[in-house]
């Protein structure tokens, strides 16, 4: 059977995208039709594969279907209760205290610190280079495991809509600094903005940079970091890996949201002009720094600021788990609408290819620390697959 891109939505249970004319609909409304495309090629993906192998439930995968796979949602569509009980598991993660061997990371003192530690120490063979989306695909699913497996958490990771409040990112429901959000703007720090893109894009000073001052994260102390940090004023930490307690910082950027969080960078990559082959995705993905041009994945940590601004140590500030599954679910609609690509992989194993270095293999292996086991490229290449088994909605 297959199913149509309105029926399966509706089959799964799932909100259907409204049916007004291309020329009246919102961004967001052309964004959630593309994601019912993707889910409707997953279907046609997967009916084509049980008809090729009529005894077989897939080929070289588990049962995961998209009916029985985990939902992964944007964060404004999470209730109350939800959200918060989200927050709660983040926050228990911070509380647990570290598994890590203390020689490898001597500062990490909490279990989500483990996670922080694995990622400052990878940073450079983990971006700009040919896993950097398969990295981040498993290190997204490993922390989702442990807040579900460690903190009781039942729901699913969320993603951060990077279309949502791009004018004032402080009334996102991510910034507000309300009781259901992860804390809002810094304190107010007179400072000469940030530098990012390896020194290619300057983003102005916010009305922020400072600490957080208000939501469920405001006492909450960072440990490690920062090692490369972007704002002006901001001194990296004598140590590597060392123990350097400090507050988490912010310096909220309506200028960079406005500027790269946008639909036409997204269809950009999906459909259009950049979504040719897996390598100009993911560059244009990450940015072409010396064109300028920050792309989807370094906006994301620019708009934050402050800590998250750190290519090393941006996974203090928690918004960093909503933004690389927001970063995962473009890779998923990739994926999905061009299933001939989806499972390429392109670039070297060093950042930028600096120093030069072999391509990256789909064998090679994907490092998680103590966080979860090693498991390989290839592995992480189909979400509905053996390792795998979530989809965005």
């Not at 072409?288 to 998250?308: E, I, K, Y």
């Not at 490092?367 to 053996?386: E, H, R």
Request: net charge negative.
């Amino acid at each position: 059977m297959r199913f149509t891109k309105v029926a399966l939505p509706a089959l799964l249970g799932l909100p259907l995208a409204s049916a007004k004319p291309l020329t009246a609909r919102s961004d967001n409304e052309v964004l959630q039709d593309l994601n019912d495309q993707a889910l409707s090629a997953l279907q046609t993906q997967l009916n084509e594969t049980i008809s090729a192998n009529a005894t077989e439930k897939r080929s070289g995968s588990s049962k995961c279907t998209l009916f029985n796979a985990r939902v992964r949602r944007d964060w404004n569509a999470f209730t109350k209760a939800q959200k918060k009980s989200y927050i709660a598991a983040v926050k228990c993660l911070q509380a647990k205290p570290s598994i890590a061997d203390p020689t490898f990371a001597p500062g990490a003192r909490s279990r989500y610190d483990d996670f922080v530690a694995v990622h400052i120490n990878q940073t450079l063979t983990i971006h700009g280079t040919g896993n950097f989306l398969t990295w981040h695909r498993y290190f997204v699913q490993a922390y989702e495991d442990a807040l579900r497996n460690e903190c009781g958490y039942t729901g699913y990771q969320p993603y951060w809509n990077w279309l949502d409040h791009t004018t004032n990112p402080s009334t996102s429901s991510l910034f507000d600094g309300s009781d259901t959000s992860f804390s809002g703007d810094g304190s107010f720090v007179q400072h000469n903005g940030s530098v990012t893109a390896n020194g290619n894009v300057w983003i102005p000073s916010g009305k922020g940079g400072g600490c957080v001052t208000s939501g469920p994260f405001v006492d909450y102390v960072v440990n490690l970091g920062p090692v490369s940090p972007t704002q002006d004023g901001v001194e990296a930490a004598p140590v590597f890996l060392g123990y350097n307690p400090h507050c988490m910082t912010r310096d909220l950027s309506a200028f960079t949201a406005v500027n790269w969080l946008t639909l036409e960078n997204i269809l950009n990559i999906t459909v259009g002009a950049a979504a040719g082959s897996v390598t100009l995705f993911q560059n244009e993905l990450q940015g072409r720094f010396t064109d300028g041009f920050l792309g989807l994945h370094t906006a994301g940590h620019g708009v934050m600021g402050g800590s998250s601004g750190d290519i090393f140590a941006s996974p203090v500030d928690p918004v960093f788990w909503l933004h690389h599954a927001m970063l995962d679910r473009v890779y998923w609609l990739w994926q999905a609408l061009h299933p001939t690509k989806a499972r390429t992989i392109g670039g070297t194993i060093t950042l930028f290819n600096t120093p030069p270095s072999r391509d990256t293999a789909l064998n090679d292996t994907l490092d998680m620390g103590v966080n979860a086991p090693p498991l390989q490229i290839k592995d992480m290449l189909d979400t509905l697959g053996s390792s795998l088994c979530y989809y965005y909605i």
